[in-house]
């Protein structure tokens, strides 16, 4: 069976590798028939992939998965217009490949500049979401990659119908279908071939929990492009509009549970503690939220609070448990936030102009936020049309992944006949 999963594996390889190259010629109207073409398939087979998450979720609720994976698994008629709606953003972005930039001359008479081009073939790993399937496939393609896609095994039947509606749509458009390839298998085994495929695969995404992350860092071949947990942050400054606060907070924490941008901490300047923590805590419990706080928070809100461990403030909770403390101010904010946060992504709520920019400057996170809430990190809200993923890496890509942290960049020189002396 090995032997067999490392043949399938070496072909999808070979099939990807091939793939990029054609796709690396690809003008952007042959791109951009090829997305259109997968939106007029994905909408004539909506009831059969329905069909099929819904063989997903009914296995999902039989193995007891948790709440936050079937929220991320569900493909309801909502999820599913706006998949559709993604890759139409996708299509309407201006194409990256092939721009050239900062062309100057040489005293030898020689033209340099910067060619954008794609990576080649991208891998990537994900959890539930079948959402990430179509998001990914329309990034890469748009981008000019081939990628090989392998989502969780409880997904395998949605991500699978998935497949057939986009293969049918590039061979519709005269691309290759192999352009996209879904692995077919939920054999762990696929997992470690892919992120170890060097010869072919030239950069791995891995999406899903910290476990699923920290294996495929440490163990890929590869480079990968990854953040391991969202544990974001809400700090509610002294100089806080508590009109604004008291939504942000809220919705940061309580919109959707199970994502990497939701609040997991909020902290409270000791100055307006007093008076914004009732009113916060009081709608956090219509909500049925759990709270963990430091000893002010409890001496503020009562013993109805749990008291918040060590651990607390590392956690990616993905439910309805939020820590929050008390602090001094505006740098035992911030030393909070670069110790136990996640870099991924936290916000400041301030009418103090200045503190915000102290804010935006000394936080260390992939996307900073002044007066808003930390849900809005995400390719869509950006306008990257959707997202490969959330990056913390500091070099290559930051934060959300669309189509530029798809490519890179090669030196181009225009000449006309120099040589060098």
């Known amino acids: 069976m090995q032997d067999s999963i490392e043949q399938y594996m070496q072909t999808v390889g070979k099939q990807a590798r091939q793939a990029s190259r054609f796709l690396a010629g690809a003008s952007t109207l042959q791109k951009n028939n090829a997305l259109s073409a997968i939106y007029t398939a994905l909408q004539n087979n909506q009831p059969q992939i329905l069909a099929a998450n819904k063989v ?40 990256p490949i092939g721009e050239i930039t900062d062309l100057a001359y040489r005293p030898t008479g020689i033209q340099i500049g910067k060619m954008r081009v794609p990576l080649g073939v991208v891998g990537m790993i994900y959890e539930s979401r079948p959402n990430v399937t179509l998001e990914a496939a329309s990034l890469a393609l748009k981008s000019g990659n081939a990628i090989i896609l392998r989502g969780g095994s409880e997904a395998l039947n949605s991500n699978q119908a998935l497949a057939e509606a986009i293969q049918h749509g590039l061979k519709a458009a005269g691309l290759p279908e192999t352009c996209v390839q879904v692995i077919n298998t939920p054999d762990r085994a696929a997992v470690g071939q892919l ?48 009109h604004k606060a008291l939504p942000i907070a809220l919705n940061a924490k309580t919109h959707r549970y199970g994502v990497c941008n939701a609040m997991e901490t909020l902290l409270v300047d000791e100055k307006i503690a007093e008076e914004f923590l009732p009113r916060i805590a009081e709608l956090y419990a219509e909500k049925q939220v759990e709270l963990r706080g430091d000893a002010e928070t409890r001496r503020i809100l009562g013993a109805s609070v749990k008291t918040a461990t060590e651990e607390d403030w590392y956690e990616e909770y993905l439910g309805p448990i939020l820590a929050v403390k008390v602090v001094s101010g505006l740098d035992e904010a911030i030393d909070h936030i670069n110790k136990y946060g996640s870099h991924h992504t936290d916000s400041i709520i301030t009418e103090n102009f200045s503190l915000a920019r102290q804010f935006l400057t000394r936080v260390d996170s992939s996307s900073v936020m ?26 290559h890509a930051r934060g959300p992944v669309g189509l530029e942290g798809l ?8 000449g006309d006949g120099q040589i060098r002396q």
């Open 195 to 242: 992120i170890t495929l060097s010869e072919y695969v030239d950069v791995i995404v891995p999406r899903g929990g910290k476990g699923l992350v920290e294996l495929i860092t440490n163990e890929a071949t590869i480079p990968v492009i990854k953040h391991l947990d969202g544990n974001c942050h809400v700090y509610v400054e002294a100089q806080a509009d508590l």
């Open 370 to 395: 002044v007066n808003a809430s930390t849900r809005f990190a995400d390719g869509f809200e950006y306008g990257l049309g959707a997202e490969i993923g959330i990056s913390t890496n500091k070099i």
């Open 407 to 414: 490519t890179s960049q090669k030196w181009i020189v225009l």
């Open 56 to 95: 997903d979720m009914d296995k999902g609720h039989a193995n007891n998965l948790d709440s936050a994976l079937l929220d991320r698994l569900e493909l309801n008629p909502k999820r599913f217009q706006d998949m559709l709606q993604g890759l139409k953003d996708v299509m309407s972005l201006t194409d």
